[in-house]
């Protein structure tokens, strides 16, 4: 492991968050959760309208961790149906008494979660890593030659190493519990709080920061000597 | 502080470090614990470099929605799950009989197969080129070379200054509490300067669109960015004719997707419907084509697109989509799409009309 890293104090302010490289927390993105609260008002009263908005502001999000932690375009598009339609019927219950995004996630995590139990208890069922990936490349070979060349990889060291690392860490990240691996999705790549994790997998920042724990040890296990 | 920090419980410490959880005061005890002792610096420096590695891997989600193809095609079928749950359509199905219903239903073994339409949307994502959210990383980048003069409220920028703005000489970055992000251009000649605003900033504005006009001279983040600040003043006649023109013209199928998804908002100028059909009949990626399907449905169902006589070229578009595209997913649509548009002149016309 690379020592330098520590030597001296730069590096720890110069820290990389690859949680926030990207994505904006649910919590803070573009627009202001007050908006959040006329528009709900209106859907709740039964404006399509409104509540397509509402849809539109956190969907992008919600396919996102969809996609991440199932790795299959077609999961990740049932949990997307799945839970805005349970959103739809079910708005009427939501009463402010948490942010809205935490209830929506709460909806979603859970769909995830049994999406992710049920693979977990069926390792037959374990789609291959990236499968709609895969089954385009059975179609057309030069689909990773064409995401490869594409703008949003061409940095050449970044794609170096995240060819060679990738399928590790893509490996590693599957040994994780259902509930960790959630965790572990929202945190890193979704930039959340462990307390909105804990809101939205209906427990406590303590138990959130055990499963963070754990699943950090598994991941340094399985990623041992990549650097 | 929570508790001491102590070699016992600095790994734990060193995981929170890494993830960002700590307050500035923790983070300081573990940086100079990590200064003081060999062991807990060789924990920091393991966590450290997990962090990279993680940060470093490429997300499924880039590489399976690449284009948010599967965005918009998760949208578009929400929206009509909801609407079959509201008896919208349904109600309009007058047969079980026609052709329509039959190809509707054809339309349906998607939805119980999805990864028949889902690969599909992959290939097209993947045809699409640009990683959109590539932008976002771009856009915080500083700019380089020092400017002159600073103008803050925008004086009138000329022609000749807009067509010698470099390549790198346009940065878009996000404010927060505002969907509109701060525009920053700087100016090269005649006279150096640089200007700043927002979308809201008529010149600002004019600036912008004349970007998305113009796909040999900016980057294609850059006119995704610039087709994005625009959305909230996409009714605005200037900018939907530009946001059209891109539709119809730019080079790179993701910036031609991302200007159908800022004209869907748009209400029914004959400008925005006829770069929409033209899009859905003439474009040759096929992600363009079904966004531009899916756009064009959506309107009839809310019944935004004005009547349609059976004339009409929406009608021919659709029925030579349905004849003759090269992908199923579209023949299927446009037929179903057509059956809905006849139940719906059905539905409005009064008895004894043109239909018999
Ligand atoms: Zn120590």
Not at chain 1, 148 to 156: E, I, K, R, Y
Not at chain 2, 20 to 37: F, R
Not at chain 2, 51 to 80: G, I, N, W, Y
Not at chain 2, 338 to 345: E, K, R, T, V
Request: a negative charge; one cysteine or more.
């Amino acid at each position: 492991m690379p020592s330098e890293v520590i030597v001296g104090s730069p590096p720890f302010e110069a820290l990389p968050n690859p949680g926030t490289t990207a994505i904006a927390s649910p919590g803070s993105a573009a627009l202001p959760a007050k908006d959040d609260r006329t528009l709900i008002e209106r859907a709740q009263a039964g404006d399509r309208s409104a509540f397509e908005l509402l849809v539109q502001r956190y969907d992008r999000q919600v396919l996102r961790l969809a996609l991440n932690v199932l790795g299959s375009a077609e999961d990740a598009r049932d949990v997307y149906q799945e839970a805005f339609l349970k959103i739809y019927r079910n708005l009427h219950r939501f009463r402010f008494e948490c942010a809205f995004y935490t209830w929506i996630y709460r909806i979603v995590t859970n769909i995830c979660l049994d999406h992710l139990r049920r693979r977990h208890s069926h390792p037959e069922e374990q789609p291959p890593l990236l499968r709609a990936a895969s089954f385009e490349e059975n179609r057309d070979g030069d689909f990773f030659d064409r995401q490869q060349g594409s703008g949003a990889h061409s940095d050449p060291e970044r794609q170096v190493l995240g060819h060679e690392i990738g399928r590790r860490v893509e490996a590693a990240l599957q040994s994780l519990s259902p509930r960790e691996r959630m965790v572990f999705e929202m945190r890193h790549y979704q930039g959340m709080k462990l307390r909105a994790i804990g809101e939205a997998l209906g427990t406590t920042e303590e138990t959130v920061k055990n499963s963070l724990f754990r699943a950090t040890r598994k991941l340094r296990t399985q990623l041992e000597g990549l650097r | 502080m929570v508790e001491e920090l102590y070699c016992s419980n600095f790994e734990d410490r060193a995981i929170l470090y890494a993830a960002g959880e700590l307050i500035d005061e923790d983070c300081a005890a573990v940086e100079v614990h990590a200064q003081q002792c060999a062991n807990c610096a060789a924990l920091l420096s393991r966590e450290i470099s997990l962090r990279k590695a993680l940060a470093a891997r490429v997300q499924p989600a880039d590489t399976l929605d690449h284009s948010e193809l599967l965005l918009a095609h998760c949208r578009s079928e929400l929206f009509e799950a909801l609407d079959d749950a509201a008896g919208r359509p349904q109600r309009a199905w007058r047969s079980l009989l026609t052709p329509w219903r039959w190809l509707g239903a054809f339309r349906h073994a998607f939805v119980f197969h999805p990864g028949w339409s889902a690969a599909t949307l992959i290939l097209v994502g993947a045809l699409a080129g640009t990683a959109a959210r590539e932008w976002y990383r771009q856009i915080t980048l500083p700019v380089p070379g020092n400017p002159v003069i600073t103008v803050s409220a925008p004086a009138p920028i000329t022609q000749q200054e807009l067509e010698t703005i470099d390549r790198d000489g346009i940065r878009l970055e996000p404010q927060s509490g505002s969907p509109a992000p701060r525009v920053e251009l700087q100016v090269r000649s005649p006279q150096p300067r640089v200007v700043q605003g927002t979308p809201d900033d008529a010149e600002i504005r004019r600036v912008l669109t004349y970007v998305i006009g113009h796909g040999g001279q900016f980057d294609d983040s850059v006119r995704l960015g610039s087709i994005d600040a625009l959305r909230p003043v996409a009714d605005d006649p200037q900018v939907r004719a530009a946001m059209s023109d891109a539709l119809r013209h730019d080079p790179n199928p993701a910036v031609r997707l991302r200007a159908i998804e800022a004209l869907r908002g748009v209400g029914s100028a004959p400008d925005v419907q006829s770069a929409i059909l033209g899009a859905l009949s003439d474009d040759d990626n096929s992600g363009v084509r079904i966004q531009a399907l899916n756009t064009v449905i959506e309107r009839m169902r809310r019944r935004e697109f004005p009547r349609v006589p059976p004339d009409n070229r929406a009608v021919s578009i659709l029925r030579d989509r349905m004849r003759n595209d090269s992908n199923s997913y579209i023949r299927s649509r446009s037929a179903d799409a057509l059956g809905q548009l006849a139940s719906m002149d059905e539905d409005s016309v009064p008895a004894g009309g043109r239909h018999p």
